[in-house]
Structures are given as C-alpha cells and as structure tokens.
C-alpha cells in the first residue's frame, strides 16, 4: 500500500489500514457517523494524531462566507472524508478536493464505508500553494 513516489504514503497507508480494520469489523450498512466513530477510535489506538470534524472558513476572494467541516484532519497535513453510500459518485470526489483546495492541504483521502469492500481514493490538490 506505501509507494513511495506518492507524498505521505506511510501516513496515508496507516489510515487506509485503519479503515480496513473499520470496515473488517464493522461491514457496511451504517451511518457515516458510525465509521466516524470507530476510526476515530482505531487511529487513537494507532497513534495516528488528528482533528475530527475539523472547521475551516470558506472565503471567495478576499470576502469570508462560510465554514465547511471535513470529517478528519490528520497530522495537520492529510484530509480524509468519510462517505457510507452504495456507491461514490464524481460529486463525492469533487467534494474531497474542493475541501483540499479550501484548505490548501496536498494530499486528501476520500474512504467509502457503504461498500462491500471498502473503498478508497487518494487525492492531489493540484491547486496546492506551498507556504
């Protein structure tokens, strides 16, 4: 799972692990703030040091008009977005990357738990600034 050539690979493997660990035990069929819970609980249990339901305002151009909330913000680098639907569609997707673009984060992981394997995306910004 760990490839080098992408940035935070070993930091993104680790989650992708815990979600399988998630879904092994807990299967699909439940709310999104169910799996919310649970790996919340599995990345404590792995040392994984993240925010939940991390608030950030919503700007359009220089002018603040909302806030949005991304599930988990891992180690202040990594968004990850929790879905539990039969299937991701491209507005879940769009969704994961308008939150890296919000944020100005690099690297998202947008992991569906509604499956019956889970699945899972990683995400570039390619709209990324470094600061």
Known sequence: M???EYKYSELTGKIIGCAMEVHKALGNGFQEVIYQRALEYEMELQGISFVREFEMPIFYKVKPIGTRRV???VESIISVELKA???LD???LA???NYLEAYN???GLLINF???KLKFHRLVNKKYKPE
Do not use: Y
Request: aromatic share 4%.
């Open 114 to 116: 509604g499956e019956s």
């Open 2 to 4: 760990i490839k080098e």
């Open 71 to 73: 599930d988990f913000l």
């Open 95 to 97: 969704q994961a990357i």
């Open 85 to 87: 639907v039969i299937s």
């Open 90 to 92: 491209p507005s879940n």
């Open 105 to 107: 984060l690099e690297v």
